[in-house]
């Protein structure tokens, strides 16, 4: 079966400009997280939807944003980039919303530069 | 505040050794915890999911336990082979109670290196 899906798979931006990534989960699944994996961080939450509908979100600043379609496909954009903002983000799909086993499968990432 | 160690933080080993991999975190209210292999470049493959009820799961040379109280899990690896190669992360979760969903927090991973 096909996997998640995230393009681009890589990515030059400059300071100041804005960006938007794409996640297509697996077919049937309705929740897609996000994740921003940096050397000094790791990896940390960015936000999940569901249903089109976001159910939670991290520590990140206004800038960053998402929104989910009704095919479950997801974007997320980052406005006025940062050099800090060079990342690899990657995205998460599973089936269930909570209250199940929950097995996340993972994109392999855009990667995010920077300049 | 809700955080995950992995120690150590690289390693490495001759092959056909048989290795631990550390992980612990600060709050022991996890829902799930999750142990990842991460190849350079690429994304994140699930290898084992434990659920809080539960102790230890196991797949083919690989173990990982769970010790909530503790707050630990380890995961061993029997057998070391180059191909086993990569960074390994430890991932917990935990119910929100606004909007109900589930979050993973991650350690910062071990980054293994078998030698032939």
């Known amino acids: 079966k096909a996997g998640v899906t995230q393009t681009p798979r890589y990515l030059i931006k400059t300071r100041g400009q804005q960006v938007t990534l794409s996640c297509s989960p697996i077919?049937?699944?309705?929740?897609v997280s996000w994740y921003q994996q940096t050397p000094g961080q790791g990896l940390q939450f960015l936000f999940e939807?569901?249903?089109?509908?976001?159910?939670n979100k991290g520590n990140f600043p206004g800038r960053f944003s998402g929104r989910q379609f009704s095919n479950s496909r997801s974007e997320m954009n980052v406005s006025t980039l940062e050099l800090g903002d060079s990342a690899l983000y990657l995205c998460?799909?599973?089936?269930?919303?909570?209250?199940?086993?929950?097995?996340?499968?993972f994109g392999s990432g855009t990667r995010l530069t920077v300049v | 505040k809700q955080e995950v160690t992995q120690i150590p933080a690289a390693l490495s080993v001759p092959e056909g050794e048989n290795l631990v991999l550390n992980c612990s975190f600060t709050?022991?209210?996890?829902?799930?915890l999750q142990w990842f292999r991460q190849d350079p470049g690429k994304g994140l493959t699930s290898l084992l999911l434990?659920?809080?009820?539960?102790r230890e799961q196991t797949s083919g040379r690989l173990n990982a336990s769970l010790d909530k109280s503790s707050g630990r899990s380890t995961l061993y690896i029997a057998a070391s082979q180059p191909g086993d190669s990569a960074t390994y992360l430890c991932?917990?979760?935990?119910?929100?109670?606004?909007?109900?969903?589930?979050?993973?927090?991650f350690g910062k991973g071990t980054k293994l290196t078998v030698n032939p």
């Open positions: 998460a799909s599973s089936r269930f919303r909570t209250g199940r086993l929950q097995d996340y499968t």
């Open positions: 077919s049937g699944h309705r929740s």
């Open positions: 939807y569901f249903s089109e509908t976001q159910r």
């Open positions: 709050d022991s209210a996890i829902y799930n």
């Open positions: 434990i659920q809080s009820s539960q």
């Open positions: 991932a917990v979760s935990y119910l929100q109670t606004q909007g109900g969903s589930e979050k993973l927090v």
